[in-house]
């Protein structure tokens, strides 16, 4: 049995998503929806759909009963519209990160998923991947002892996308923070909640500082956040104005985790896909965990179509609590940097 998948948008994670769905073993891609239909015909004919499949508007899409689940990927501030319509069209949802623009935005696609009975799940793909789920357990079973500070960070060179691009456009929900920022963050509150017997853990303090570019959208920003009541720090660092940093590292009392690739795990291009494990005044070991040639979005496809298949509403990875608890941390830390969008 499997899901059949309708992708709205055609841009470049569009792509790599469709991509992936040829190696998914549970999830069919059948449609595609774009706001013009030359796009949607390109599209389709490169991943092999109908053209009767290919569809000139999100909404003609979300009639076609062939269609059990949608992904939704256009710049964030249509998440939300586009996520309330798909799920009273009856669709299940996987919705790009950030899944919405802020925690009022969160709940209504929350309600309107909970009205209509369909699952629902934001993104942030790392997390299904094998790696995170080794990181993950060799936390919650004290292999590095007590956490004490997480360090986790995402960067890359977004003036190579040109002033025009949606990264740099405040209207388009430009920034670092929300298109990057929201990796290392959630990392920490995974992490945290691994290290205090949780499945995640919200933040209890977040100290921020950032830059603003002209066109008013966050340059750079770092953040220092408490978890557990101070007894965990994270250090966290996003920014687009360079190729730069993407790397995390957890520190507990009895050694530290480093983690050269934490985000694309699936391509060693980006960095090493290897945990390493460093003992008090040892050499750095390799941590080995089931490796996969499996793209992060094939396996997050079909894990969010196996919990589908299963009935469930949400998906364990990113649970919709985990959702809510993210976006109010991504709220509080836009909110010490000044950094404000139309929807707020
Ligand atoms: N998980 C991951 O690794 C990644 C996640 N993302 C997330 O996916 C989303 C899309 O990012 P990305 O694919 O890079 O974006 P692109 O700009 O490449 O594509 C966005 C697509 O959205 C549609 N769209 C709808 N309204 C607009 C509009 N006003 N302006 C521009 N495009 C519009 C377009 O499709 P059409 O014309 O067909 O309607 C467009 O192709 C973002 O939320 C981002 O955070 C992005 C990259 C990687
Ligand atoms: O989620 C993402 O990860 C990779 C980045 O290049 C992209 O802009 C972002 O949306």
Known sequence: MSVNWGIIGTGNIANAFATALKDAKKSKLVAIGSRSKESAVKFGSTYGLLEDHCYPSYEELLQDPEVHAVYICT???????LSIKAAKAGKHLLVEKP???????????I????????????????????????IHSLVKSGAIGKVKVIRASFNYDGTSFGPDSRV??????????????????SF???????????????????????????????????????????????????????????TAEVIGTAGTLRIPSPWRPDVPAMGTPKIFLIAPGKEPTEVSYDKTNL?????????????????AKECRYMTLEDTIGQVKALD??????????KAD
């Open 295 to 311: 793209s992060v979005f094939t396996i997050e496809a079909d894990e969010v179509s196996e919990a589908i298949l299963n009935g």
């Open 99 to 109: 899944i919405a623009m802020n925690t009022k935005e969160v709940m209504q696609i």
């Open 188 to 246: 920490a509150r995974w992490i945290a909640g691994a290290a205090t017997g949780q499945e995640f853990a919200d933040p209890d303090t977040i100290q921020a500082t950032g830059h603003l570019s002209e066109s008013n959208v966050d340059e750079w920003t770092i953040a220092n956040v408490g978890f557990a009541g101070n007894t965990i720090g994270a250090q966290l660092f996003t920014g687009i104005f360079a190729d730069s940093d993407c």
């Open 332 to 341: 509080a830390w836009r909110a010490q940097i000044g950094l404000k969008y």
């Open 168 to 185: 740099w456009n405040n209207e388009l929900g430009g920034g670092a923070l929300l298109d990057i920022g929201g990796y290392p963050m």
């Open 75 to 81: 710049p964030h501030p249509y998440h939300c519209e």
């Open 111 to 134: 309600d309107a998923a909970k009205a209509n009975n369909v699952l629902l799940m934001e993104a942030y793909m790392y997390r299904c991947h094998p790696q995170t789920k080794k």
